[in-house]
């Protein structure tokens, strides 16, 4: 059984002491909850659960549904022992090994990167091996992070295996633009901008960059980006819906590290070799972000 099915199944089952009250109790419990109000007093998680429930004010509808209504909008304290219990488990982000088959050891000839996940200090001090990483800053928003990014974004192109290398000559060539400030120069009309509409630039046999990003309108461009020209590359993604202000800016002039665009042609999804189109926003990936987001916590 998953991990995050368990999670939902062990809380829906204080849901289900709650709805299992007789009528006369629900109406007690209900005047009981507005009594509480009127003298200040705050109503407990599950008092408010019921209400909400008796209300009508929330549905729940698989997973996803019941790890929103019942953890995140009510910002429960996420504690590190259910963040242990992922990390050791398969499937827990989606079909694949525990995270701590490959990372349970600071040591680099012992686990990949120097990083280990099998302890709480371990998640925080981030990879060891040169170029030595943390994977976040507690607090801090959690999607744009190295263990965000790792656990939600997949690599181009598109559904491209983890075992194609990620430091071939064109994604080197794309470093290289972004570290030299990403200047609309004749290298970059010659050598970088045609990588992105050729199909075997960054993995044999696979689609060019332009086959999906080629204007700055979705549709038919995914995430209004277009790849085509220097000043769609440096307008970013969204640009619609987000307006021309709010865009995501895929490069960051010198600093390709940090540029979604070199971050998407070198950074695989985890665990390896997840399908693609597997949830980017799995509830237990919603959860560990959330954790991030309370300040990790080690207790």
Request: some cysteine; hydrophobic content about 35%.
């Amino acid at each position: 059984m998953k991990m995050a099915r368990s999670a939902v199944l062990t809380i829906a089952a204080t849901m289900a002491i709650g709805a299992a009250m007789p009528l006369a109790a629900d109406k007690d419990h209900r005047e009981g909850h507005h009594k509480e109000h009127h003298r200040g007093k705050r109503p407990t998680l599950n008092q408010q659960l019921i209400h909400d429930l008796m209300e009508g004010e929330m549905t729940l509808k698989g997973d996803h549904a019941a790890v929103d209504e019942l953890i995140l909008k009510r910002h429960i304290p996420i504690s590190y022992d259910y963040i242990a219990t992922l990390m050791r488990t398969p499937n827990a982000f989606g079909e694949g090994v525990a995270c701590i088959v490959c990372h349970s050891s600071s040591d680099p000839a012992k686990s990949y990167r120097g990083l280990d996940l099998s302890t709480c200090n371990g998640i925080k001090v981030g990879a060891t091996e040169a170029p030595a990483r943390k994977l976040f800053e507690p607090g801090q928003e959690p999607k744009k992070t190295i263990l965000g990014r790792r656990l939600r974004n997949n690599r181009m192109p598109f559904g491209v295996n983890f075992n194609v290398p990620t430091d071939g000559p064109a994604s080197q060539a794309v470093r290289d633009w972004i570290a030299s400030g990403a200047p609309n120069d004749d290298h970059f009309r010659t050598k970088v901008l045609p990588l992105f509409s050729n199909g075997n630039a960054f993995a044999p046999k696979w689609q060019a960059c332009t086959d999906c990003h080629m204007a700055n309108a979705e549709p038919p461009s995914f995430h209004e980006l277009n790849l085509k020209t220097f000043e769609g590359i440096m307008l970013g993604a969204d640009s619609v819906a987000k307006g021309v202000d709010g865009a995501t800016k895929i490069v960051i002039p010198g600093k390709p590290e940090d540029s979604p665009l070199y971050q998407h042609l070198v950074e695989d999804r985890m665990p390896p070799g997840i399908s693609p189109t597997a949830d980017r926003d799995h509830p237990n990936t919603r959860i560990l972000l959330r954790w991030i987001e309370q300040g990790a916590n080690c207790k």
